[in-house]
């Protein structure tokens, strides 16, 4: 990435703060709950309805704001409601990403059109569905714990049922979450966005049975560039990014791929990269640096299926060197339609620049005069990057996003001077085990989390 792309970011797509102002005004509704709504949250609904008039969801939308003015909400009207707030953030990643496509002169496929599901609903959906509506009348600061009660037998009903597994760890965090923030009407301030995203997410996903995008199968050589680890009380994921090299000679394909496991709280840092040891391949290649053969992966847009006996372990691959040779190339897929979010953009680049400390004490990227700010408070505790490690790079291989209204580049990986000498550090070097002395010494004296809860889970099914 160079100044040049750099410089392309800085203009504001037209609309952007128009659209996010709306979205704000609903998610201020939602907090003080659609069944007490207010002269405020009455024209932040009317002003969802206006911005999304000429649209084909405006009849549905006009429809469930008046039912919500006049106190008559059905699951339909919040439906429509948390597809018109998804919509308007769909919009906005859309006008980023292409901004984004454009400076970096990457290729897009268009999205092809689902294969619908088969209709017929699982019977936990409606407990999942009720409790999304109770959430939306009370709001979040009438969230109470006989609201999180109720929560609890959902999410083993959908638990139970494997293609309900996504809602289930979508209301067990949010749970959780709130759990931790009762009694909510105390609180200084809500993270309305947040939890509002999560709620929009969650009535979306149950509203029967889910569509598929296309599917297809692929071969070749997997490139990994890096690692975004997601770790949450209840659960945690490692989504890997990388480059596919078809093996019938197609062009190269920006993929990810994820894997995931449920957890407890006390299970943080590199302890996490335990609960994934189901899956040894693909931590060996995250550790070691090295490539995968992979054989017969399901591929829908740009999410590749991991599946673990048809991959093997390759030869050693530097992402660095992937990074500047084939990801300049690399063709991404659109992304699904439900996950069009602005914070939802992660875009695998390489920046080769000087790391610099501004005035105010926030990390960024130099190239050709241009900065690019760092997210350092998304390094995981799980790998070896540090901020003062990311300070001395002169190299950053990372994801672009956008927060706080602005482009920020998130390190997957670092090649830094350290004691004269240059070294790489990578978010995946500590899946199969610590590597820094140090920290290796720390956990041992802390013992293994994992192991123990694993032990006593035995003693307790064995009675």
Do not use: Y
């Amino acid at each position: 990435m160079r100044g040049a792309q750099v410089a392309r970011l800085r203009a504001v797509p037209a609309g952007l703060s128009d659209a996010l102002d709306v979205v704000a005004g609903f998610d201020d509704a939602l907090t003080d709950g659609f069944g007490r709504i207010g002269d405020r949250g009455a024209a932040a609904l009317a002003g969802l309805a206006d911005a999304l008039a000429g649209t084909p969801l405006a009849g549905p939308v006009t429809a469930a704001v008046d039912a919500v003015t006049a106190g008559s909400i059905a699951p339909e009207h919040l439906a429509a409601l948390a597809g018109a707030r998804s919509a308007l953030l769909g919009a906005a990643h859309d006008a980023l990403l292409g901004q984004l496509d454009e400076a970096l002169g990457r290729t897009r496929s268009p999205w092809t059109t689902p294969t619908t599901g088969s209709g017929e609903a699982p019977l936990a959906l409606a407990g999942a569905r009720a409790w999304w509506h109770e959430v939306a009348v009370t709001g979040w600061r009438g969230v109470d714990h006989e609201v999180l009660s109720a929560a609890a037998g959902v999410v083993e009903a959908s638990l139970a049922v494997p293609e309900l597994r996504r809602i289930a760890v979508l209301l067990d965090g949010l749970a959780a979450e709130l759990r931790a923030c009762v009694p909510v009407a105390t609180m200084a301030e809500v993270p309305a966005r947040r939890w509002a995203d999560l709620w929009a997410r969650g009535v979306l996903l149950t509203q029967g049975a889910p569509s598929t995008g296309e599917a297809s199968t692929v071969s070749g050589r997997l490139l990994p560039l890096g690692v975004d680890v997601h770790s949450h009380d209840t659960a945690v994921q490692v989504q890997v990014h990388a480059v596919l090299e078809p093996a019938d000679g197609g062009p190269a394909l920006l993929v990810r791929t994820a894997v995931a496991a449920a957890k407890v709280d006390t299970i943080v840092g590199p302890a996490i990269w335990r609960l994934l040891s189901g899956h040894p391949l693909l931590l060996t290649a995250l550790a070691e640096r090295r490539a995968l053969a992979v054989t017969d992966l399901p591929l829908r847009g740009g999410d590749l299926g991991w599946v673990d006996d048809r991959v093997q372990l390759d030869e050693p691959a530097d992402p660095f060197a992937t990074a500047r040779v084939l990801l300049p190339a690399a063709s991404a897929a659109a992304t699904d339609p439900l996950d069009r979010h602005p914070t939802g953009i992660a875009e695998p680049v390489l920046v080769e620049g000087a790391a610099i400390r501004d005035e105010d004490g926030t990390l960024a990227v130099e190239v050709d005069g241009e900065r690019v700010a760092l997210a350092v408070d998304r390094l995981p505790a799980a790998g070896p990057l540090t901020a003062d490690l990311v300070a001395a790079a002169s190299a950053c291989l990372g994801l672009m996003r956008w927060d706080d209204d602005r482009w920020l580049l998130q390190p997957l990986a670092v090649r830094a001077g350290v004691k004269r000498r240059t070294v790489q550090a990578h978010n995946g070097d500590w899946a199969c085990g610590v590597t820094d002395p140090k920290v290796a010494k720390e956990e041992a004296r802390a013992g293994d989390a994992v192991a123990v809860l694993r032990e006593r889970a035995g003693r307790l099914l064995r009675r």
